[in-house]
């Protein structure tokens, strides 16, 4: 294993070494928060892949494959369904608002009437997704090096919360590039081709395993339309994922980047499947389907390339949970602190905005090491923030992006009716059933449509300033700045 080590520590000390470059480059507002809007297709591309393809979807796409076969690789495949509907759909109207955070989408579309609630609602989320990666550290060096939990949660953890500090989406972007590369070698070239000559090839593999592992709806109808409206759907509203749109040159390097990383998750999500059908036939009794793709690791690969694959884990838990970081902390300093303060800073503050936005990431980074030690349940956490995510969100979204008549009253509404009744639902049924999402949906759409209905339509001149937004009429970071009686 010593080869292993070191190609584990060479790896982490090039993260720091990429932040320690962001830095140097993060010397605006633009810079440390979305990259200066000025990412090409090819790096686009290879960090919207590597944000969304995080722990769950490589230690936990793998597990599903172990547990469903083939058919478990529809909790990825429907992230990138996702992927590429925002991509192909919404990612050129959302680069070219020039905005920093979805409820600025939302002040916009609506005249500044659902922003600190939205901005909270997103807070959570981001902070749970955070969070959940944080927890996949424990795993991983539990593997490599044999630590405690804490231990590992709090060393993973302060190596992302430290590049990330250091340059922001500029540092995250150039480890997030670096990650997919490493991704991409360890997963795609080398353990699944490895892991199904090692099991015997697919023959084998249908010859020892039940037939249900080779059915493509084997996982179940209704899980999957549950991955559907959660992950796709999750997918089209996160700020974790819009703050990347918001990093690309253009409109088209947005819809051709993302198409290009959506149809990259659709690969990953079938070898992911395919390794933990092959775990499956070398290893049957595991105690955990989590525990394959180590296993399959440990067992099948030879030193230095399993260290590698092994990195390939870390890369993916890394890229979601800086991308999650820097989204709370967005959020955190740009919806809720700014507008409770009522102080909105200008281009002129330009190092002071880098300032405030690094101690942010600093800040909320500590809270999410703390809160990653003292949570256990790593899917009901993530399932919280997903539920909380599509039931308060995702009508009011997209239906300012959808409906010219929908009004700020009725944004306002679904937020609040679709996050109670996913709370409530969640309290009633659990919080692992599949229910409250649905609940939540339906009650947010009602909510919406009616009260929107019901109110006078929003003023035309935010819909003019909102069209022009949509045509990309803007100066580049013009960024709304809602009064405070405006400020939701």
């Not at 076969?69 to 992927?83: D, K, N, R």
């Not at 409206?229 to 974790?240: A, E, N, P, R």
């Not at 969640?426 to 409250?436: Q, T, V």
Request: some cysteine.
């Amino acid at each position: 294993m010593t080869l292993d080590y070191v190609v584990i520590v060479v790896y982490l000390a090039g993260m720091l070494g990429m932040g320690w470059w962001g830095m140097r480059r993060a010397r605006s507002k633009s810079d440390f928060l979305v990259a200066g809007r000025r990412l090409g297709p090819v790096m686009y591309s290879g960090t919207m892949a590597a944000i969304v393809l995080g722990g769950a979807s490589t230690i936990g796409g793998v597990g599903l494959g172990y547990q469903y076969g083939l058919s478990g690789a529809w909790m990825v495949f429907t992230i990138g369904l996702g992927l590429l509907a925002l991509s192909v759909l919404f990612s050129a109207r959302i680069a070219r608002l020039k905005v920093y955070t979805v409820a600025q989408m939302l002040d916009l579309r609506y005249g500044g009437t659902a922003g600190v609630i939205s901005g909270v609602v997103m807070w959570a989320y981001t902070l749970m997704l955070a969070v959940t990666s944080t927890i996949a550290y424990a795993t991983i060096f539990d593997v490599l090096f044999g630590m405690d939990r804490t231990t590992a949660i709090v060393l993973g953890g302060a190596i992302v919360v430290a590049y990330s500090t250091l340059g922001g989406m500029w540092s995250i972007t150039l480890t997030d590039m670096v990650q997919f590369v490493v991704k991409t070698i360890g997963v795609l070239l080398l353990l699944l081709p490895i892991a199904v000559v090692k099991a015997g090839g697919f023959t084998r593999m249908e010859a020892r395993l039940p037939h249900e592992y080779f059915a493509p709806l084997g996982i179940g109808g209704q899980t999957i339309f549950t991955y559907v409206l959660i992950y796709t759907f999750g997918m089209l509203i996160g700020q974790d994922i819009w703050q990347r749109v918001f990093t690309a040159r253009g409109d088209k390097v947005a819809r051709a980047g993302g198409t290009v990383a959506g149809t990259y998750c659709l690969l990953y999500a079938l070898a992911g499947a395919v390794i933990g059908t092959a775990a499956k036939t070398l290893y049957p009794h595991l105690a955990g389907a989590d525990d394959a793709f180590a296993t399959v690791v440990k067992g099948t690969l030879p030193a230095g390339v399993r260290g590698l694959v092994l990195a390939a884990a870390l890369s993916a838990v890394m890229s979601t949970s800086s991308g999650a970081l820097i989204a709370c902390a967005t959020v955190a300093n740009n919806d809720i602190w700014a507008r409770l303060r009522r102080k909105h800073t200008t281009a002129a503050d330009g190092h002071d905005e880098v300032r405030g936005n690094r101690l942010f990431i600093l800040v909320m980074g500590i809270a999410v090491i703390a809160l990653a030690i003292g949570i256990d349940n790593v899917v009901e956490a993530l399932t919280v923030a997903y539920n909380l995510l599509v039931g308060g969100l995702l009508v009011p979204i997209l239906g300012g992006l959808l409906w010219k008549r929908g009004t700020g009253a009725g944004a306002l509404a679904s937020v609040v009716v679709g996050g109670v009744t996913v709370i409530g639902a969640m309290a009633w049924k659990g919080i692992l059933a599949n229910e409250p999402v649905y609940y939540g949906l339906l009650a947010s759409l009602a909510a919406y449509v009616i009260v929107s209905l019901a109110t006078k339509p929003t003023d035309e001149a935010v819909l003019a300033a909102w069209r022009d937004r949509l045509a990309g009429r803007v100066p580049a970071d013009a960024t709304p700045s809602p009064s405070p009686a405006h400020a939701g």
